[in-house]
């Protein structure tokens, strides 16, 4: 069922490091070889041995209106007409830029970039600009892109400054990234205790690379308070949330809000677009207003732009979307929980607008120490049964799941009839 995947997967290999060019396409925790996409299709993968998947992932987030939308597909066409590139301003940035701080209170200027990393690499480099402190607040778990600071992990214990998880990123460069336990207030207190320095704090506010994990209403209250107290920016990773979990993402969701927002791959409707946000103040720190350097040839591309643009102005005309792509998101993550009970397997799920998560776990991981927990066998049964049945999830218990506008109620109950099908024989 897989052959001409194997194939492409062996080829891959020889000229592209893992066959890849992004680690966790590779299928490593789960083993096996990765379906090779020949296209989508509405709700569905389509890979090159014409094996159809129901597509959970959804490229990480961005598809809230499926593969191949018409409104968008147009849109795209229409502006490659034009030309690919100009590197120099185009009106569709502005547009893109309004509806974006029209929609929040917060929020008056958006500097685009070309990804997610991008973006909170810039935001933290403003909010250190901005604030002529040094440190950075990071929490475990929370995944913000692959720059040299952020790609830290826990030293001798928490609320540290952490040591690099990669080679290449030389210590000097993470001793200003102090790491916290999500989700634990003491802890991020403690971090506040060993440096007066911290020029911001960076979460997810709702974590969708540990699992899906949303942050509790108190800690995002205490992240907000020990922010004002220790004039520390608190900047909110959308890259992933941001027009998922609500037309405002997680601040449409909880009360304390953020000073600076990073967005992603989300309002490129599967373009490649990053942007970071905040108000007129410490947005007139950014180069060429003021002293904050930051810059790219391809930020704010017109295509990318225009994708976005439709995208987010099909979601503002119809915000009932929301409900409808949770009650989705609700109703399999029901389903799911009740064949995991009726088998007895230890299962826990949650919902955020069109995200969702589950754990083969015994408790509801707060945290990715407690992710750790889980039950890492059986996820790997679950992908792969599910995956042979037609049903594409992401292949890591480290990540969240998508639902789009196209999937149906009759798609979401065969996927519940399948999972029953597997979990059955656990
Ligand atoms: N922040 C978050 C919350 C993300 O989920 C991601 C990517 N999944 C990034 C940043 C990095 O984005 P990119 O892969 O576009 O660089």
């Known amino acids: 069922m897989f052959e001409k995947s194997i194939n492409a997967y ?11 060019d992004s680690p966790v396409r590779a299928f490593n925790s789960v083993g096996g070889t990765p379906p090779f996409i020949a296209r989508g299709e509405g709700a569905y993968l389509i890979d090159i041995d014409g094996n159809k998947y129901l597509d959970f992932i959804q490229s990480w987030g961005p598809l809230i ?20 590139s100009f590197g120099a301003p185009s009106v569709l940035e502005t547009e893109l830029a309004r509806e974006i701080v029209e929609m929040y209170d917060n929020l008056d200027k958006v500097r685009f970039v070309s990804s997610g990393t991008e973006a909170t690499m810039s935001a933290i480099r403003l909010a250190r600009g901005v604030t002529g402190k040094n440190d950075i607040l990071k929490f475990e778990g929370c995944y913000h892109g692959h720059s040299d600071s ?41 971090c506040f205790e060993q440096s007066s320095d911290i020029a911001c704090i960076i979460i997810e506010p709702i974590a969708g690379n ?15 308070e020990i922010c004002d107290e220790n004039n520390t920016l608190l900047i909110y990773d959308e890259v992933m949330t941001g027009f998922r979990t609500s037309l405002k993402g997680t601040s449409g969701i909880v009360e304390p809000q953020a000073d600076i927002i990073t967005f992603g791959k989300v309002i490129g409707a599967g373009m490649p677009v990053g942007a970071f946000a905040s108000n007129k103040e410490i947005m007139a720190h950014l ?6 350097y930051q810059a790219g040839t391809l930020s704010g591309n017109p295509v990318a732009m225009a994708a976005g643009l439709t995208s987010l102005r099909k979601l503002k005309a119809n915000p009932a979307i929301y409900d409808d792509l949770n009650a989705k998101a609700v109703r399999l993550t029901t389903g799911l929980k009740e064949v995991a009970n009726k088998y007895n397997i230890p299962f826990q799920v949650n919902t955020r607008g069109s995200m969702f998560g589950f754990f083969f776990c015994d408790i509801d991981p707060k945290n990715f120490k407690e992710v750790g927990t889980c039950n890492f066998d059986r996820f790997a049964t679950f992908h792969h049964g599910m995956l042979k049945r037609g049903f594409y ?10 639902i789009s506008t196209v999937m149906t109620n009759e798609d979401i109950d065969a996927c519940i009839k399948a999972a029953d099908e597997i979990m059955k024989d656990m």
């Open 65 to 84: 209106f499926g593969h191949c939308d018409k409104d968008i597909e147009e849109a795209v066409i229409r502006t490659v007409m034009d030309g690919l």
């Open 393 to 402: 999830f992401a292949c890591s218990q480290y990540e969240a799941g998508f």
């Open 210 to 224: 540990m699992g899906f994990i949303p942050a509790d209403i108190e800690f995002l209250k205490a992240c907000r």
């Open 150 to 190: 952020l790609l830290v992990q826990a030293g001798s214990g928490m609320a540290t400054f952490g040591t690099p998880s990669s080679p290449g990123v030389p210590a000097d460069l993470t001793k200003h990234t102090l790491l916290c336990e999500y989700n634990n207030i003491e802890n991020l207190k403690k």
């Open 10 to 20: 062996e080829d891959a290999k020889k000229v592209i490091p893992g066959g890849v």
């Open 287 to 292: 180069s060429p207003d003021g002293a904050v």
